[in-house]
């Protein structure tokens, strides 16, 4: 989803704002092709012969197998994104820009069983992924300068530029992992990084079919 307005515009200035938003709700299933001598579906089990192969100790087909996240789960995600933009026009001498983003997971939890399948399927202890709070922001200030004016030799541009990213990434345990709101935390990751900028650059035409651009 994504949503665009015009917050306002002059002859020679215009704002913008944009907001995005993602929204995904997954409810993963797997489905065995194991059988016992009955035909009924297998999903685990510590001693077992199946057409005369034997799963046993290490071999044993555990608890967790068909309950993972390539197998059983569930991962709800909601993310947002608000961003403003002022741009000047005037095609003269100066014009300026200015743009900040923000992005969001405003929630990011992923469900998974900790019990065997079938059982687990209607409830039961498991684990939750959360990736709560985790996003980035950003922020350009520009400045365009044309000493000769826009079809000048010397176009001139500068700015600054910041951004950071956050991580959150926390695994809980829970009792009931289709329903139960998060409960002791079993892991934890985070961290921040952040870039600070300041940028200049001249685009010199130097010749009519030539342009030569300087700058760091």
């Known amino acids: 989803l994504e949503f ?11 704002a913008n704002y944009t907001f995005g938003q993602f929204t995904s709700d997954v409810d993963s299933k797997v489905q065995t092709v194991l059988r016992d001598a009955s035909g009924n579906p297998i999903y685990s089990g510590t ?23 390539s197998g059983r789960y569930t991962w709800n995600q909601d993310h947002q994104s608000h961003s403003v933009r002022l741009k000047s026009n005037t095609r003269s001498e100066w014009d300026w820009e200015a743009v900040t983003s923000v992005f969001r997971y405003v929630q ?6 900790g019990t065997a399948l079938p059982t687990a399927d209607a409830s039961g202890a498991g684990t939750i992924v959360s990736l709560d709070k985790t996003g980035w922001q950003t922020t350009d200030l520009k400045g ?14 500068f700015g600054l530029h910041s951004d950071q990213y ?9 009792a009931d992992w289709r329903n139960a709101d998060i409960g002791t935390v079993n892991s934890s990751a985070f961290g921040s ?24």
Do not use: C, E, M
Request: aromatic share 14%.
């Open 4 to 14: 665009r307005r015009v917050l306002f515009r002059s002859p020679h200035w215009q």
């Open 166 to 174: 956050d991580l959150r990434s926390n695994t809980y345990a829970t």
């Open 47 to 69: 001693d077992l012969n199946l057409n005369g192969y034997r799963f046993t100790g290490a071999n044993a087909i555990g608890a967790g197998s068909f309950s993972s996240t």
């Open 108 to 113: 990011d939890r992923n469900r998974i069983p």
């Open 144 to 157: 365009y300068w044309r000493p000769q004016g826009l079809s000048g030799l010397h176009q001139v541009s």
């Open 193 to 216: 990084t952040r870039t600070r900028a300041v940028w200049l650059q001249d685009a010199w035409r130097f010749a009519p079919r030539y342009k030569l651009t300087l700058g760091g």
